[in-house]
């Protein structure tokens, strides 16, 4: 199994573009969420989605779209980029199997700068 | 809502020596709770988790942590550090069951260690 992967590592955008991160699973978990991470703010979730058609915001939705056409991917669209948006993007999935808490697994994470 | 306080940002311990890394919860009620670390460049990793049960959870790595109820603490110890251990931790807590598997983290500790 790869686990969750990310493309691409790194990206740099102009203000004002659009572009889409990618993230896949393997392990046919249900929920897959994407969180961004900044220096001395932790990890904050953006959006999720508890399966395929599914999705729902977080805590930080502005400027970001998501859609869940199947199960193992789950990509982050940044429809007009800003500087605000520069840090790093973390994607996590989890199977929601059991009915307890599952561990999330994490990506490598995308390192966006927009200048 | 819930929040999650890592009152350290940085810790520098010695080679050898013991470790605790301090994380405190705001919740309506007893969540989930975890350590997750991240070395530079990666992703996250589970380190440990309290569900219910035994209030000392081992995980892996040599980490331990002690929730306490009345603290609404989640401290994370290590009896000997180690170079390697070198890197970020994450403290999060999710609500129990939620049904899925919503996340909140703490800012993060650094951990640094000295020869």
């Not at chain 2, 919503?102 to 993060?108: D, E, Y």
Request: glycine share 10%; hydrophobic share 35%.
């Amino acid at each position: 199994n790869a686990g969750v992967t990310q493309t691409p590592k790194f990206q740099v955008l102009k203000t004002g573009q659009s572009m889409t991160l990618q993230c896949a699973q393997d392990m046919n978990h249900e929920y897959m969420s994407w969180y961004r991470q900044d220096p001395g703010m932790g990890l904050r979730l953006i959006h999720y989605s508890v399966g395929a058609g599914i999705t729902d915001q977080g805590e930080v939705p502005n400027g970001y779209n998501v859609s869940r056409s199947t199960t193992e991917d789950f990509p982050l669209r940044l429809l007009s980029a800003a500087p605000s948006q520069t840090s790093v993007y973390f994607c996590a999935s989890s199977s929601l199997s059991g009915g307890a808490f599952n561990e999330q697994f994490f990506g490598p994470g995308t390192r966006l700068t927009v200048l | 809502a819930q929040s999650v306080t890592q009152p350290d940002i940085h810790i520098t311990v010695s080679e050898g020596a013991s470790l605790e890394l301090r994380c405190n919860y705001s919740y309506g009620a007893t969540p989930y709770l975890f350590w997750y670390v991240q070395s530079p460049g990666q992703g996250l990793q589970l380190l440990l988790k309290y569900f219910s049960g035994d209030t000392l959870v081992q995980g892996i790595k040599g980490f331990e942590a002690e929730f306490k109820r009345s603290q609404s603490s989640f401290n994370l110890r290590k009896p000997s550090v180690h170079w390697s251990d070198a890197a970020e931790y994450f403290c999060a807590v999710a609500p129990m069951n939620s049904g899925y598997s919503t996340l909140t983290f703490g800012k993060g500790t650094m951990l640094l260690v000295s020869p």
